[in-house]
């Protein structure tokens, strides 16, 4: 016979295996700022009766529906036309750095459309624009500090810009030219650099969830003071790798900031076939986490939302998930005509009547920082770095084929050898039938 020593509170008794649950729980509740009022409820035993809840009994047969809950609300600080919702909430922000932000994001929306049309023309095989969320990226990621890491899924390309990626980078990426940093071998928008801590980027949906969670848990153990980041739209949170990420995030207490970028469109398929629920935020104090709804064009209220999830991240290792609200006025990809799935009129609205560069602008012009002038100036100056750099990229050699069979282990193993020595053989007698002026010299030698 076991005999269980006994915890006592507020005459309850429970044993050690359900006191360590309890504290687990109880600092959940604690945290949730619904409960917080058990706090100082007193226990009583019939209340703690499974493990890891405390909860009162009720003899109402009641079943929960979840449209009875309020929606959680969108924070912002910023109107559509670029005013401050409200005297308290007037941007703290200095000008050069609403100048620079405001740049960033006219240079990224230049390069998407210099990109866009490029892949139009054949020059690239693939790309996709970030129209529409350049203040989601812009905001979150210039709230970050540098040492911390970011995952993305595919379209943050303005965190990266903001983060310092060149131009050149970028579009050497997109040509896997040899300037590109993964040697030519993934998709156009697949970006990574180690300098900038920016993982690189894969295809398969989510799977950078989990991975940036183990990340943040070894920052954890580490107490280096920085944050992970990751990114990812409302389609990908539907995969089970989001689920396993946030729920390990929660219980593993980890210093990491979801950042879902909810654009309205997984490809064709829109938000009410993704989800039931209140959109993705709604999931974070399910799972005992941290989280905010925030207007994903008001680059204020992003900067705002991220800087006080990475101060709480920080100060108490605890995940927080931000939903950006926001809306893809590009295609999804060059693959894709989103007219086939969506009005044009609902497309324009975005575009025109409540885009996060316009917004932004207004608020400039309002503010006396921007006149028609410098703005006509500012765009013509990041058209010429654009296509200055296009052009550089464009001229470049593809890289030396042989690079193909490096890299996939660390060490290359002997019948991967005898495969790249087969493939120059080959090279050497049927060269002719392969577009190899364009690419470096087929080069064993370094490897
Ligand atoms: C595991 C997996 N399933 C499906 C796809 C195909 N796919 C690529 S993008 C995409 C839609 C993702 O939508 P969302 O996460 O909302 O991001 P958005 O494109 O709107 O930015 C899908 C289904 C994929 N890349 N990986």
């Given at each position: 016979m076991f005999i269980h020593k006994k915890l006592f509170i507020d005459n309850a008794s429970i044993s050690l295996t359900m006191q360590a649950q309890y504290i687990a729980f109880r600092r959940l509740c604690l945290s949730l700022s619904r409960l917080s009022a058990l706090g100082t409820r007193k226990v009583s035993v019939e209340k703690m009766?499974?493990?890891?809840h405390i909860t009162n009994f009720t003899n109402k047969l009641e079943l929960k529906k979840p449209e009875e809950n309020q929606a959680i609300p969108i924070y912002r600080v910023l109107d559509k036309e670029g005013v401050p919702v409200s005297e308290d909430v007037?941007?703290?922000?200095?000008k050069d750095y609403v100048l620079k932000a405001f740049r960033t994001m006219v240079l990224l929306n230049t390069m998407d459309r210099i990109m866009y049309e490029s892949q139009r023309q054949g020059r690239i095989s693939f790309y996709m624009t970030n129209y529409g969320e350049e203040a989601c990226h812009i905001g979150s990621a210039s709230a970050l500090d540098k040492g911390d890491l970011i995952y993305g899924q595919y379209r943050e390309a303005g965190v990266l810009l903001w983060r310092g990626l060149t131009l050149e980078e970028m579009m050497d990426q997109c040509y896997s030219n040899v300037g590109d940093c993964n040697k030519g071998r993934q998709m156009p928008v697949h970006y990574g650099s180690r300098e900038l801590n920016f993982s690189t980027i894969s295809s398969?949906?989510?799977?950078q969830v989990p991975i940036a969670v183990g990340s943040a848990y070894s920052f954890k153990l580490a107490r280096n003071g920085q944050v992970v980041a990751c990114y990812f739209g409302e389609g990908a949170a539907s995969e089970g790798d989001t689920f396993s990420g946030l729920n390990f995030a929660a219980t593993l207490d980890c210093p990491i900031i979801f950042i879902c970028r909810?654009?309205?469109?997984a490809i064709s398929t829109p938000v009410h076939e993704q989800y039931r629920?209140?959109?993705?935020?709604?999931?974070a104090s399910a799972l005992g986490m941290v989280g905010i709804r925030v207007d994903g064009n008001d680059l204020f209220a992003m900067y705002n939302a991220t800087k006080a999830a990475r101060q709480l991240c920080v100060s108490e290792n605890r995940p927080v998930l931000i939903e950006a609200m926001t809306y893809r006025v590009g295609h999804h990809s060059t693959s894709d005509d989103s007219s086939a799935y969506r009005s044009i009129d609902e497309v324009s609205y975005w575009d025109k009547k409540d885009n996060p560069i316009l917004r932004l602008r207004n608020y400039l012009f309002r503010q006396g920082w921007l006149n028609e002038e410098s703005e006509k100036q500012m765009r013509t100056d990041c058209r010429k770095q654009v296509m200055g750099v296009f052009a550089q990229s464009e001229a470049k050699k593809k890289p030396n084929p042989a690079l193909m069979f490096l890299d996939v282990y660390q060490q290359m193993p002997t019948r991967l050898k005898q495969q790249m020595n087969a493939t120059k053989e080959h090279l050497a007698r049927h060269g002719s039938n392969y577009p190899l002026s364009a690419y470096e010299k087929f080069d064993v030698s370094a490897f």
């Open positions: 009766v499974f493990p890891g007037e941007p703290q922000l200095e398969p949906l989510a799977t909810n654009n309205g469109y629920g209140d959109g993705v935020v709604a999931r």
